[in-house]
């Protein structure tokens, strides 16, 4: 099979290419600049911007996949506030692009979406496991935008044949996770602590915030269980179906390191709307796909944390 990965040397992108590559699918990726993370031999490499509609249909007809995991998108909610129009332009148009595109070269393929947990936004007020049901009410630009394509491309998926699946997929995190996100801002500043290249304090935002984790192989697994599977088109959550307080994260990510570090906690931190507790039930695609989550947070955290020894000691 011959499956197209869009962001494919992001963060998550990286691991799925490896996974894909050891099953043995023949793999595209498709990305806006070079990283030469893996081979010419290895796969067939395109580097486009997803806002370039002509470019990214020349890449479909050239690659000619029978699915797409599309997980091509500025995924940082920080950035989304400042940078809103380039955070819709590349996740709610390129989105359509890539989805155009193949089904112009493939009517009847698969097209996978990465979308997001933050889409339910303020209904998590409710304090509820947020099922696929329950409505969508995003508050920060980065969700917005990621809702606005989901419900874009599956509309236009009822009038066509292409298979759509997009996933709403909760907190992850592991190795190789840009900064800027809660579990690699914690390990990389312990490390740095633990290197002596900062001073032992780390501060931090709103430590009672409770969110959904999953470590990347687990996401990684979801999104190929989508893809082998003849699952129903439709939405998805990608969650490990419990909240846990960044609190505990750091209190976890601090007992591995063994180090004293202070925590100050910094308001301007905050996020400009900020949601207690958010949690995923993850019933509909265990249900479809009988995936299985394998991972165990502190191990996990502590494979993030050994990760970033590592770059700190370079
Ligand atoms: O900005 P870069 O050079 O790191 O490339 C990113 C790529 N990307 C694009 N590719 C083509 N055309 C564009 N206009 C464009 N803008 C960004 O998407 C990067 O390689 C990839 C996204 O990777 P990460 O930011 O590391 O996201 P992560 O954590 O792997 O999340 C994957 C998906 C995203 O859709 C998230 O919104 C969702 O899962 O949670």
Redesign the pocket.
């Known amino acids: 099979m011959r499956v197209l990965i869009?962001?494919?040397?992001?963060?998550?992108?990286?691991y799925l290419v490896k996974r894909l590559l050891e099953k043995g699918y023949t793999v595209g990726i498709?990305?806006?600049?070079r990283?030469d993370f893996f081979t010419e031999k290895q796969v067939k490499q395109y580097i486009?911007?997803?806002?370039d509609c002509s470019a990214v249909q020349s890449c479909m007809i050239d690659f000619q996949p029978d699915s797409v995991i599309?997980?091509?998108?500025?995924?940082?909610v920080d950035v989304a506030w400042n940078k809103a129009a380039l955070t819709a332009?590349?996740?709610v148009v390129?989105t359509i692009n890539v989805m155009n595109a193949l089904n112009t070269v493939n009517p009847t393929g698969k097209f996978i979406n990465?979308?997001?947990g933050d889409e339910y936004g303020i209904t998590a007020k409710t304090n509820s496991l947020l099922n696929e049901g329950m409505p969508c009410l995003p508050q920060n630009p980065?969700a917005i935008s990621?809702f606005c394509a989901e419900q874009i491309i599956l509309k236009l998926g009822k009038k066509q044949k292409i298979k759509i699946i997009s996933t709403r997929?909760f907190n992850?995190f592991g190795p190789y996770?840009?900064r800027g996100?809660v579990v690699s801002d914690f390990s990389s500043q312990i490390a740095a602590i633990n290197k002596g290249m900062q001073r032992p304090v780390i501060t931090v935002g709103d430590l009672s915030a409770e969110r959904d984790f999953l470590y990347v192989e687990d996401v990684v697994d979801a999104y190929i269980k989508l893809l082998e599977q003849d699952v129903e088109p439709g939405i998805y959550n990608v969650a490990s179906g419990r909240a846990i307080s960044i609190k505990h994260i750091l209190d976890l990510l601090l007992k591995i390191s063994e180090s004293n570090i202070e925590v100050l906690v910094d308001e301007r931190k905050y996020r400009p709307v900020e949601i207690k507790s958010f949690a995923g039930d993850n019933s509909k695609i265990i249900m479809a796909t009988q995936w299985e989550i394998k991972g165990c947070l502190e191990d996990d955290l502590k494979t993030t944390l050994e990760y970033w020894y590592k770059v700190m000691g370079e």
């Open positions: 869009t962001g494919a040397n992001g963060f998550v992108g990286n498709l990305e806006l600049a990283r486009i911007d997803i806002l599309h997980l091509a998108a500025q995924s940082n332009s590349v996740n390129g990465i979308g997001s980065y990621k997929s992850h996770q840009k996100f």
